[in-house]
């Protein structure tokens, strides 16, 4: 080979050598951002519960077995008794949480807390590891006092379990 062709021929080495060494760096920058977490939607979704008027969520958290604790408020006009809270993928009462003894009586601007709602996943008790998501609805059966018809309202639940 003359001198010019040896000179091409390095200078080719040179740039796939070069352009070689950037490529693993990427690689190896993107797989690090994999293992972080990155490039996982549930890093960066927020958790929300959006309830009907005259209820809100003040506090919540799900556990890894699929129970969730929720502190529900109630702004109805009357004096409403929960009966069952439900916590399922789709809009349904099925495999609702039946509150003790005929329910409980949560005044105007009252809350109360709900230990031990099984959230399901089609029928099937949720479960979770620890950052996973729920994302599904909650069912809320209650009765107006001052007027004896009973209710149900729905919700919208994306929760993270916590533990």
């Known amino acids: 080979m003359q001198g010019g062709g040896r000179m091409k021929l390095q200078s080719a080495m040179e740039y796939m050598v070069t352009y070689g060494w950037a490529i693993i760096i990427i690689a190896v920058a993107l797989a690090a951002l994999v293992a972080l977490g990155v490039f996982n939607p549930a890093t960066f979704t927020g958790q929300e519960c959006i309830m009907a008027a005259g209820f809100s969520c003040i506090n919540y958290f799900l556990a890894s077995n699929g129970v969730l604790t929720l502190n529900l ?91």
């Open 73 to 163: 408020e109630q702004a109805t006009p009357t004096t409403v008794t929960i009966t069952a809270v439900g916590c399922n993928l789709n809009l349904t009462t099925a495999n609702m949480y039946v509150v003790p003894n005929n329910g409980v009586n949560v005044t105007i601007g009252g809350n109360y807390t709900f230990t031990g709602v099984q959230c399901y996943n089609y029928g099937t008790a949720f479960s979770g590891s620890v950052g996973s998501l729920f994302k599904g609805s909650l069912a809320v059966n209650y009765t107006d006092t001052q007027t004896g018809f009973p209710h149900t309202i729905y919700g919208t639940l994306i929760a993270k379990v916590t533990q």
